[in-house]
């Protein structure tokens, strides 16, 4: 395994070695994309981004079409992103965000779950219908480090309240990443570029994607959370992952980071 940081990526703008500037950072990488109604999260993580930008912390977006595609959103950006560039564009103008994005790659979907959320599209391609690609080398290696903490969870001490959560999502436990469910799954990374722990691509819900809304709200018809999404269930997960990032903010460190080895 090798810190994530040090894995050639380039910005949304074509600047290589994109992921150098996170070294001695806090992270939390995402696949965004357009075309999917878990892109509410956006503002959610802009919120993250303000929050803890000051403190060393940075929300890194990694553009991919492997899930979902046109249809969900409206209006200008109806038919999904071609590009990163198209992924920033979004953001910055839907939900103002101000964190950087990556050029797109694909990442390591499901296959049976894409040709699901893809309306029955043939397995295999993505949510444009363009033919499913190898996995980049990043999600490569974020697939390698999550098998190794699956391997380990029994041995790691993580803060879950008695009962469980309230989120089923967070219920499902945080080491189960090595396998992608959709678009907006969440890696958080410690400073030295190995992955600390998952967290679901469901996760982060607030309500509904916002151009879609807006338009809902112009037919007169309400925008309602997701099934089984409350803001009880939101503030949950919001609040966890807080906690989780300001960990790390405070020195600690992924089970997988070697600096942890005793020699």
Request: glycine share 10%; aromatic share 8%; with cysteine.
């Amino acid at each position: 395994m090798k810190p994530i940081y040090e894995i050639p990526l380039n910005s949304a703008e074509g600047t290589p070695n994109h992921l150098d500037q996170y070294k001695g950072k806090v992270t939390l990488v995402v696949n965004t994309t357009v075309g999917c109604g878990n892109a509410n999260q956006m503002e959610v993580l802009q919120w993250l981004q303000e929050k803890y930008q000051d403190q060393g912390f940075e929300v890194i977006a990694v553009p991919t079409n492997d899930y979902c595609g046109p249809g969900v959103t409206k209006g200008k950006w109806s038919q999904g992103i071609t590009c990163g560039a198209d992924s920033k564009a979004y953001g910055e103008e839907v939900y103002g965000t101000t964190f950087k994005f990556s050029e797109m790659v694909s990442s390591n979907p499901n296959s049976d779950l894409n040709h699901q959320l893809n309306n029955g599209l043939p397995e295999g391609v993505n949510g444009l219908g363009q033919p499913t690609l190898p996995p980049h080398e990043l999600y490569q290696e974020i697939a390698k480090q999550m098998l190794s903490l699956s391997d380990i969870k029994d041995t790691i001490k993580d803060d879950v309240p008695d009962g469980g959560f309230l989120s089923p999502w967070l219920n499902l436990g945080f080491y189960n990443g090595s396998q992608m469910g959709g678009n907006f799954e969440k890696y958080l990374v410690d400073k030295d570029g190995y992955v600390v722990k998952h967290f679901p691509c469901t996760t982060l819900n607030y309500d509904i994607e916002k151009t879609l809304k807006e338009s809902l709200i112009a037919a007169g018809t309400p925008a309602k959370m997701g099934e089984g999404r409350t803001m009880e269930v939101f503030n949950e997960e919001y609040e966890t992952i807080c906690k989780e990032i300001e960990k790390l903010i405070a020195g600690a460190k992924s089970p997988l980071n070697p600096s942890l080895v005793k020699i």
